[in-house]
């Protein structure tokens, strides 16, 4: 089993709708969780960035943890085609430095006007 | 301010030969992190540098290499080029390394081997 399992879509989504991307991991010793947005040609963004169990909102995105399911999503509300676009999931150790940050393979997005 | 840049952004290879990356991180970032990114795989961790030492390395054979300078510009450098060696190649930094919320990525470089 990998580490970090995400659903590589493709997902399309009409403009307006919620969109749910999802990751579970197997190391219950991930204690920071991550989504990185990466458009074509470019460079991973960092979204969200959380600690604990339980949600974290800034704006339209919406990141929930569950660290008894080993379970993490990333909700994005009234999706924008500016939102198409690959996300990926990634997690570290506690006190770890990148050297054990592990990411998802990624979801691609695309958001249909 | 201006982002992490990489140069070159692309290039092309044959089997065997040896390739030098280049990263110049955020003015005031230390921390420079190397990554190889495939569809297969997808994004693996090569290796970190802060000021100048190599403090954390993946899972990657002894072909994969890097430094850091004085002014924390690094280089990652593969000899003997083997077809599955390629990719986009991300370099990202940091201010100390230990922080995620500020790690930045550079927009790779994509190489190609044939």
């Known amino acids: 089993q990998k580490e970090v399992e995400q659903d590589p879509g493709p997902l399309s989504v009409p403009e307006g709708a919620i969109v749910s991307l999802n990751c579970t991991y197997s190391?219950?010793?991930?204690?920071?969780f991550m989504w990185y947005r990466q458009y074509s040609r470019k460079g991973p963004e960092l979204l969200m960035y959380?600690?604990?169990?339980g949600n974290k909102e800034d704006g339209r995105f919406t990141a929930q943890v569950d660290k008894s399911s080993k379970y993490i999503s990333l909700f994005i509300r009234d999706s924008q085609p500016s939102d198409s676009a690959t996300y990926l999931c990634a997690m570290i150790n506690y006190g770890g430095s990148q050297g054990n940050l592990i990411f998802g393979k990624g979801t691609k997005l695309s958001v249909k006007p | 301010k201006a982002g992490v840049t990489q140069t070159p952004r692309y290039l092309i290879k044959t089997r065997g030969q040896q390739v030098t990356l280049s990263c110049s991180p955020i003015s005031g970032h230390r921390s420079v992190s190397w990554y190889q990114q495939t569809p297969g795989q997808g994004l693996q961790f090569l290796f970190e540098?802060?000021?100048?030492?190599?403090?954390n390395k993946g899972n990657f054979p002894g072909r994969f290499s890097g430094r850091q300078f004085s002014n924390s510009r690094s280089e990652m450098n593969v000899s003997t080029l083997e077809l599955g060696d390629s990719a986009l190649y991300l370099c990202?930094?940091?201010?100390?390394?230990?922080?995620?919320?500020?790690?930045?990525f550079g927009p790779g470089t994509r190489l190609l081997v044939l």
């Open positions: 540098y802060f000021s100048e030492t190599q403090r």
């Open positions: 990202a930094s940091s201010l100390t390394g230990g922080n995620q919320e500020t790690q930045y």
């Open positions: 190391n219950s010793a991930f204690q920071y």
């Open positions: 959380t600690y604990s169990s």
